[in-house]
């Protein structure tokens, strides 16, 4: 089969790097793609936003399947002009996307479908923002309604923080309008679906590390590191199944929307059970990077039985052990990433049960150089999450990056609790 796959960060790397290691790939190609992304794929000199553009090169290039990595190019439309040309797609349509593209329709969809999720209200300017933060009496978060690279939402513990979270917010493309919800209490889990357009299988479970430091403190980012698998309690996966997932496919068909792609869940675990957090049309970054490596199946064969509408029921096939993922990001990340620094990873090629993904890295003559917010996804894998993350971190002890930033708890709370 020939694939185009639309990204160019480390998820995408490591949706390559699972993709080639299909028997039934024929040739892969990436828009925009990146440098490391084309020791695995060619790079297709196509607009990854431009819907036209992106059905003409697969019509002209006989492309089998179109895997959409990202949520910007399913706003742009991608997703709906490569189908009607005829090509199977890997990602849902525009109008299903706004289930992440749009916070305020995603908190309508799971009103409507008895989803649960958090209190909510929405508001249309910063003032208005802030009379919804009074109403939870500054407990809240505060989103963008829009799209903000994982950067849009605000969880306040004051009323202070909340107003200026509403300014902050209002001020950004992605806020214009803007959701202020209850502030949820709970373990996140990370629950990230195959769709058919009629059926759902989960891939392995993960958690998000989404704060900036060691704690959980500082701002929110496009997320530090996972793991995978997280535990769940049973009673807690049995709700969640039919409570969100059922519930949440069978709202996608009554409101006439056929996803196929995958529908990222986020979860808080909380002391009533199961709530969902947000919505995202795609697989998760950084967790995909800790979750591919673990999966025991064909993701090429996946990808296209969801495209066919024909991936069916029943479990998707994991391996044994664990992968931990800690990300390596830029100085001064996320408001003011300062890129530049020379990166060497002489010192970690070769080593067993590590993996590199490249986020924002540029190949130099003598080495790599660091060209983005979040750099580099260093992945562990061992036979349970202490392992992984031991190993993990003394990868990321051997990456000569001198001034990258990543946290020193990524899977600590949750290694230690002997899962």
Same mark, same amino acid.
């Not at 009607?84 to 908190?107: C, D, M, N, Q, Y």
């Not at 590199?356 to 260093?378: E, M, N, Q, S």
């Not at 002890?397 to 001198?402: G, I, L, S």
């Given at each position: 089969?020939?694939?185009?796959?639309?990204?160019?960060?480390?998820?995408?790397h490591?949706?390559?790097?699972?993709l080639?290691?299909?028997?039934?790939?024929s040739?892969?190609?990436?828009?925009?793609g990146?440098?490391?992304?084309?020791?695995?794929?060619?790079?297709?000199?196509?607009?990854?936003?431009?819907?036209?553009?992106?059905?003409?090169?697969?019509?002209?290039?006989?492309?089998d399947?179109?895997?959409?990595?990202?949520e910007?190019?399913?706003?742009?439309?991608?997703?709906?002009?490569?189908?009607?040309?005829?090509?199977?797609?890997?990602?849902?349509?525009?109008e299903?996307?706004?289930?992440?593209t749009?916070?305020?329709?995603?908190?309508?969809?799971?009103?409507?479908?008895?989803?649960?999720?958090a209190?909510?209200?929405?508001?249309?300017s910063?003032?208005?923002?802030?009379?919804?933060?009074?109403?939870?009496?500054?407990?809240?978060?505060?989103?963008?309604?829009?799209?903000?690279?994982?950067?849009?939402?605000?969880?306040?513990?004051?009323?202070?923080?909340?107003?200026?979270?509403?300014?902050?917010?209002?001020?950004?493309?992605?806020?214009?309008?803007?959701?202020?919800?209850?502030?949820?209490?709970?373990p996140?889990l990370?629950?990230?679906?195959?769709?058919?357009?009629?059926?759902w299988s989960?891939?392995?479970?993960?958690?998000d590390?989404?704060?900036?430091?060691?704690?959980?403190?500082?701002?929110?980012?496009?997320?530090m590191?996972?793991?995978?698998?997280?535990?769940?309690?049973?009673?807690?996966?049995?709700?969640?199944?039919?409570?969100?997932?059922?519930?949440?496919?069978a709202?996608l068909r009554a409101?006439?929307?056929?996803?196929? %792609?995958?529908?990222?869940?986020?979860?808080?675990?909380? !002391?009533? *059970?199961? #709530? &969902?957090?947000?919505?995202?049309? $795609?697989? /998760?970054?950084?967790?995909?990077?800790?979750?591919?490596?673990?999966?025991?199946?064909?993701?090429?064969?996946?990808?296209?039985?969801c495209?066919?509408?024909r991936?069916?029921?029943g479990?998707?096939?994991a391996?044994?052990?664990?992968?931990?993922?800690?990300?390596?990001?830029?100085?001064?990340?996320?408001?003011?990433p300062?890129?530049?620094?020379?990166?060497?990873?002489s010192?970690?090629?070769?080593?067993?049960g590590?993996?590199?993904?490249?986020? %924002?890295?540029?190949?130099?003559?003598?080495?790599?150089? !660091?060209? *983005?917010? #979040? &750099?580099?996804?260093?992945v562990? $894998?061992? /036979?349970?999450?202490?392992?992984?993350?031991?190993?993990?971190?003394?990868?990321?002890?051997?990456?000569?990056?001198?001034?990258?930033?990543?946290?020193?708890?990524?899977?600590?709370?949750?290694?230690?609790s002997?899962?």
């Amino acid at each position: 089969m020939k694939v185009l796959l639309l990204g160019s960060g480390a998820r995408e790397h490591s949706i390559a790097w699972k993709l080639r290691q299909s028997p039934r790939l024929s040739r892969l190609w990436a828009a925009p793609g990146s440098d490391a992304i084309s020791g695995l794929a060619e790079i297709a000199r196509v607009n990854a936003l431009d819907p036209a553009s992106v059905a003409a090169f697969c019509r002209e290039n006989a492309v089998d399947l179109l895997f959409v990595g990202p949520e910007a190019p399913l706003e742009a439309g991608v997703a709906d002009a490569a189908r009607a040309a005829g090509i199977k797609v890997f990602g849902p349509s525009r109008e299903a996307a706004r289930l992440e593209t749009s916070k305020a329709f995603a908190k309508s969809f799971m009103s409507r479908h008895r989803v649960p999720t958090a209190r909510s209200l929405v508001a249309h300017s910063a003032a208005d923002a802030k009379a919804a933060a009074r109403e939870f009496a500054g407990s809240c978060a505060v989103k963008a309604d829009g799209l903000a690279a994982g950067k849009g939402v605000v969880v306040c513990g004051s009323l202070a923080e909340a107003e200026a979270a509403a300014d902050a917010l209002s001020a950004t493309p992605a806020g214009a309008r803007l959701v202020v919800e209850e502030r949820l209490e709970g373990p996140e889990l990370t629950a990230m679906l195959l769709v058919d357009g009629k059926n759902w299988s989960a891939l392995p479970l993960s958690r998000d590390h989404k704060r900036l430091l060691d704690g959980d403190a500082g701002p929110n980012t496009g997320g530090m590191g996972a793991l995978s698998p997280a535990p769940i309690a049973p009673a807690d996966w049995k709700r969640a199944r039919s409570e969100i997932f059922d519930r949440t496919l069978a709202g996608l068909r009554a409101d006439g929307l056929d996803y196929r %792609g995958a529908l990222y869940v986020g979860l808080m675990m909380t !002391a009533d *059970g199961p #709530r &969902v957090i947000e919505y995202n049309a $795609r697989l /998760g970054d950084p967790e995909t990077q800790t979750v591919l490596p673990l999966l025991d199946a064909d993701l090429l064969t996946l990808a296209e039985r969801c495209a066919d509408g024909r991936l069916g029921e029943g479990p998707i096939p994991a391996a044994a052990g664990a992968c931990v993922g800690v990300t390596l990001a830029s100085p001064g990340y996320p408001d003011s990433p300062r890129a530049g620094v020379d990166i060497d990873l002489s010192a970690v090629d070769g080593m067993p049960g590590v993996m590199i993904f490249h986020a %924002g890295t540029r190949k130099t003559d003598g080495g790599w150089r !660091a060209v *983005g917010g #979040r &750099v580099l996804t260093v992945v562990g $894998r061992g /036979g349970d999450l202490a392992a992984a993350r031991s190993r993990a971190y003394e990868a990321v002890a051997k990456v000569r990056a001198p001034g990258l930033l990543w946290r020193s708890d990524i899977a600590a709370a949750t290694a230690s609790s002997g899962v």
